[in-house]
């Protein structure tokens, strides 16, 4: 039985220029079924010189199940490749943030978006067919503000499936020790899902270089709680860009000297967090 992404690794990691014609057009044809005039949440896709991965994050979000009325918009974050094109040929309404930055770039999204949910979608991420409705009905209980989900990396030649797996897993079972108390320290925003109007009143950081979704997350947890959902159906797949050169061991040692400084801190609520400074934006001179 074939992964259900595997269909969408045939375009992933090529030039637009390659991606065939029928999906492209079958592509467009689908989001434009699925966009809604009255959305209760909305799919927001930022980019950044994503034309080798964009197309098939699009692909997979247009064949997506949710009995919810939603709309896909994206964001262009002033890419010098074909990202805007691809946003004009798949028929999504798109807006572009000339200021770069991730938080730029979500900060726009939210600002157009007309859905009571605002979900965070990163271009290089591949979403699972019922991701967005059973994200979708966590989100909606009562007292819930944000959710949060899981994911997965793409099998490759350089990353044996018992690494990824046993990496994985281990990862997931501190998310999920971790969720209890420190909930927006397990959020990742290709993977982030709250409360538009909440998330307007607090708004994203543009001072920082990462951890927006994380600080956005912060912020929310006083209008409620922040879900952690562990359903297969809702694991997303993305490449390795957050590894950087890092293997899976390095990683996992890194992580492992990293979290198991003062590791009972996880067992303790925390309303704020000072920035290091190497996560400072620099002021222009």
């Known amino acids: 039985m074939s992964n259900w ?3 969408y690794l045939s375009i992933y990691g090529k030039p637009y220029s ?7 057009d079958g592509t467009r044809e689908r989001l434009a079924a699925l966009q ?4 209760i949440a909305s799919i927001v896709v930022i980019a950044y010189n994503e034309e ?10 247009s064949e997506i199940r949710c009995i919810f009325p939603v709309e896909i918009i994206g964001v262009d974050n002033d890419s010098n490749d074909c990202t805007a094109e691809i946003f004009k040929q ?4 798109y807006y572009t943030e000339y200021q770069r930055s991730c938080g730029y770039a979500r900060r726009c999204g939210l600002q157009h978006a007309h859905g009571k949910y605002y979900f965070d979608v990163d271009s290089d991420t591949l979403y699972p067919p019922m991701y967005y409705e059973l994200m979708l009905e966590h989100l909606m209980k009562p007292g819930v503000v944000a959710v949060s989900a899981t994911w ?14 046993l990496y994985e897993m281990s990862r997931d079972i501190f998310l999920w020790a971790q969720h209890f108390k420190r909930p927006e320290l397990c959020v990742r925003g290709m993977v982030f899902a709250y409360n538009a109007d909440y998330g307007r009143q607090e708004e994203y950081r543009v001072d920082i ?9 912060l912020s929310l947890k006083k209008y409620g709680k922040i879900i952690f959902v562990r359903d297969r159906r809702c694991r997303a797949i993305t490449g390795y860009g957050t590894m950087g050169n890092q293997s899976l ?6 992580h492992v000297k990293f979290q198991g400084k003062g590791i009972t801190r996880i067992f303790s609520k925390k309303d704020h967090y000072e920035d290091s400074e190497d996560n400072l934006v620099k002021p222009k001179s």
Do not use: N, T
């Open 90 to 93: 798949s028929g999504i309404p």
């Open 5 to 7: 992404f595997e269909k």
């Open 52 to 61: 080798v991965h964009l197309q098939a994050c699009l692909w997979a979000i």
């Open 36 to 39: 809604s005039d009255k959305p």
């Open 209 to 217: 270089i990462r951890g927006e979704d994380g600080s956005m997350a």
């Open 18 to 24: 390659e991606v065939p014609h029928e999906i492209i």
């Open 249 to 254: 061991w390095q990683r996992f040692v890194h």
């Open 152 to 165: 997965s990396y793409f099998p490759d030649a350089s990353h044996s499936k018992l690494g990824l797996k």
